[in-house]
């Protein structure tokens, strides 16, 4: 099962599965924030990557609810100015970084899957009290695919 599908999984199990444009503008919005307010590469990578998951709910609920809204699709180009933007400052292009994306994902699924299906009154997740995030993670794969690069250079 590939991430997307595994997203949309994510999203069927805690019933989020009704389009809602202005729930989704607003996470997407928030997590656009966080990589712009991010002060260190993990951070605005795991911002980055939660944009990208927010994003694949939205585009999952978007294509089941068969809605057509022109709003979303503009909005979801954020997505990839953020991706252009993060791209240059890690400077990793092309396969490596989708599949330093996709495994980027796969953990930030990890920790999602240890939150709760509880909704705050706007309709997003709430994390747990004692929810530690992926940060410490994302740092060794990020630290893993920046060696990865010095090394092709050898």
Do not use: C
């Not at 099962?1 to 997407?28: C, F, S, T, Y």
């Not at 590469?41 to 585009?59: C, E, I, N, T, Y």
């Not at 996709?102 to 709760?116: F, Q, R, T």
């Amino acid at each position: 099962m590939n991430i997307e599908d595994k997203i949309a999984m994510w999203n069927k199990e805690r019933g989020l599965v009704v389009w809602d444009i202005n729930l989704e503008m607003k996470l997407i919005l928030e997590e656009a924030k966080e990589y712009y307010d991010a002060e260190t590469l993990v951070d605005k990578f795991d911002a980055f990557l939660d944009l990208g998951f927010v994003a694949h709910g939205s585009a999952f609920k978007y294509t089941h609810n068969s809605v057509n809204n022109k709003e979303f699709e503009e909005f979801i180009s954020l997505l990839g100015i953020i991706r252009k933007d993060f791209q240059s400052l890690i400077n990793i292009y092309h396969e490596d970084f989708r599949d330093l994306a996709n495994s980027g994902l796969e953990i930030v699924l990890k920790y999602n899957n240890k939150k709760s299906s509880e909704k705050n009154e706007f309709g997003k997740i709430i994390k747990p009290k004692d929810f530690v995030g992926p940060e410490k993670e994302l740092q060794e794969l990020l630290d893993s695919y920046m060696n990865k690069g010095e090394n092709k250079n050898d």
